[in-house]
């Protein structure tokens, strides 16, 4: 698997394994928990060794079948990252969230921890303060943010005494935000990755007629060029989510996938169509 490099130069592979709504979405879903076991099984020996998670997915039930899954893994092979959920900022509740999901996950340490989303209720330096002192502990080894605006994040930065390793962000073909806010701009120059979440805006942008086009000039996938045009971006890396085992195999392939100058113009240009709008 092709690697980036977090700011310690440790590699992280570019393409990770999103696992929203594997194993339910807000809440717990029990019914489809064997073949999930077995899919994320396949995805890490296919080499989906980056794993992405949150205590909040499925209530806690993806963390619980990934640490089913893991089991037959050796950990150290494996980079995980999970989030803790807004309503647990607080001091007491990131030192609890982060328990919960050592427990659930069946490990001693997770690689990464991120702020799901930015708290109005809780202040920052606190939730800062309790994640550092994780790392401290050696049960987180990096810290990151996600949905954090660049004011936001400099804060963060500012908080912490340990550098932030990311910030996980929607991004894709279709969603540049980021972009035109100065984010992507400020994780490059600070060596923080960014992780574009959603990149393939839940599969609408594989239905795209140039990136379809695009994709057959280059006997590819659609889906292929979307994430080929993250990743071949300084700093960028992925977590695509698939539970089809096909679909997992075919995102691969984005990494051997050299878009030429006409269609890097074409997408750099591409335009939202309006049922893909998100609110902004
Ligand atoms: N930090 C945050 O706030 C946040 C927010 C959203 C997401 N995330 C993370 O980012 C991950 C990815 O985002 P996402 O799940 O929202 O959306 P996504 O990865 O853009 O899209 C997932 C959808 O695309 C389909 N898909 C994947 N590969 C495909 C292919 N080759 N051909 C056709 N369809 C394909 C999947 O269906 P199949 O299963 O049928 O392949 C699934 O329905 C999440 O799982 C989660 O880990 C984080």
Redo the contacts with the bound molecule.
Sequence with gaps: MEVKKLFTGEEIPVLGL????IGGGMAADYSKDKIMVEIIQQAIRLGYTHI??AEMYGGGHTEKLLGRALQHFNRQDLFLTT?VWHSNLHYQGVLNAVEGSLKRLHTDYVDMVLI??PSTSFPLDESLQALNELVDLGKVRYLGV??FDLELLEQAQKYSSTQLATN?VHYNLYYRKIVRDGVLDFCQKNKILLTA???????TI?NNPQVKQIATSHSA?P?QVALAWLIRQPNVIT??????IT?LQ??LGALGLELNSDDLQQLDGLEMPEEALWPE
């Design positions: 999103g696992t929203w709504r992405d998670t989030k799901h989303w996600s949905n996980q979440y959603t990149p393939l805006e839940r599969g594989i996938t889906a977590i695509p989510m698939s539970a089809n679909h075919q995102n």
